[in-house]
């Protein structure tokens, strides 16, 4: 935003302001095209490119941003008939949006990836120029980055709101403060619909488990 904008007056409200326990720090840190909708692809796309120019991105004048990408791909398998027609269908619209995706059967993907137990699986969909980060480093330092250029961190918590007129004009924290604001974006992640929950609307969002082998 400051990028953009650099007049704003950024404030970032967080439980846990070093993010050690954060679901973006702990997470397997997979930057994937594999999706079934347009706008996840294209945030993905936008993620790739992110990422690649860290360094130039994240550093400030006085550090220097690592990060560590492997680019090892993305490998997502079916077992079952209805995996092989969700996971064409899928196919069909990566391809149009540009990601560069391989489609194996079986003994396609045994061939280079022979410590895979193949089985039962009836599809392959690899995208090879997927990449995994680090995610702890990416975190820190876009911390330290938002720092550099006078974003506030905050830790605290959000209790509740004032609205009006169709839009929230201040938040208040657990510490009893408020933050008044023009502009609120809600970036809790899997916890989102519980805030959204407070502001009394709703949002069909839910977290969905997934298995992954890494």
């Not at 929230?168 to 657990?174: A, E, G, K, P, T």
Request: aromatic content about 8%; proline content about 4%.
């Amino acid at each position: 935003l400051l990028s953009r904008e650099p007049h704003l007056n950024v404030v970032i409200v967080a439980a846990d302001t070093k993010y050690e326990h954060a679901a973006s720090a702990r997470s397997n840190g997979g930057v994937r095209v594999l999706f079934s909708q347009a706008e996840s692809i294209y945030m993905s796309q936008y993620g790739h490119e992110f990422y690649s120019n860290f360094e130039a991105l994240m550093s400030t004048q006085t550090e220097s941003a690592q990060l560590d990408c492997f680019r090892n791909g993305y490998l997502l398998l079916g077992t079952q008939p209805h995996h092989v027609d969700d996971m064409m269908e899928n196919l069909k619209l990566q391809h149009a949006l540009g990601c560069n995706v391989e489609v194996h059967d079986a003994a396609g993907i045994q061939s280079v990836r022979p410590h895979l137990n193949t089985e039962d699986v009836q599809i392959a969909i690899f995208s090879p120029d997927d990449m995994w980060i680090d995610p702890y480093s990416a975190v820190t330092g876009m911390l330290r980055k938002v720092r550099d250029m006078g974003v506030t961190l905050i830790r605290g918590r959000v209790q509740g709101f004032e609205q009006g007129h169709g839009r929230i004009h201040s938040i208040h924290l657990d510490d009893e403060s408020r933050l008044d604001g023009s502009w609120f974006v809600n970036c809790c992640g899997a916890w989102a619909p519980q805030l959204c929950e407070q502001a009394g609307f709703s949002v069909p969002v839910e977290p969905l488990p997934m298995m992954v082998y890494y």
